[in-house]
């Protein structure tokens, strides 16, 4: 059996630390199901339930494909838009108070 290549070990190392927060987030959203769909409420998003679930999915599907080789541009298209949704919706700064816009601009960026 060959062994992959330190290329093909690098490529998937990469892979996997920018996949690594979405499993984490998914693995943690599957296990307390009801907080998530807490936090989708939250947001105002209808059906909470049906979101959340939704999102479970993306990230455990889509970080399983980047790291399977499989259609991994579709998967990461699919994570940066959630990314960013998820960002515009969840790290509103623009409607903190003055004193505080600074700090949650510097959030919703790091992001």
Same mark, same amino acid.
């Given at each position: ?36 769909? +807490?936090?989708?409420?939250? =947001? #105002?998003?209808?059906?909470?339930? *049906?979101? @959340?679930?939704?999102?479970? /999915?993306?990230?455990? !599907? +889509?970080?399983?494909?980047? =790291? #399977?080789?499989?259609?991994?541009? *579709?998967? @990461?298209?699919?994570?940066? /838009?959630?990314?960013? !949704? +998820? ?25």
């Amino acid at each position: 059996m060959d062994l992959p290549s330190p290329l093909a070990m690098l490529k998937f190392a990469a892979s996997l630390l920018v996949c690594l927060p979405f499993i984490a987030s998914g693995i943690h959203k599957l296990r307390d199901f009801p907080g998530a769909v +807490a936090e989708v409420g939250s =947001l #105002g998003l209808p059906t909470p339930r *049906l979101v @959340a679930a939704g999102v479970i /999915a993306l990230q455990l !599907a +889509a970080s399983g494909m980047i =790291l #399977g080789g499989v259609l991994t541009w *579709l998967a @990461a298209l699919a994570l940066a /838009a959630f990314t960013a !949704a +998820a960002t515009l919706l969840g790290h509103r700064w623009w409607r903190l108070p003055s004193d505080k816009q600074g700090e949650g601009q510097q959030v919703f960026l790091e992001h």
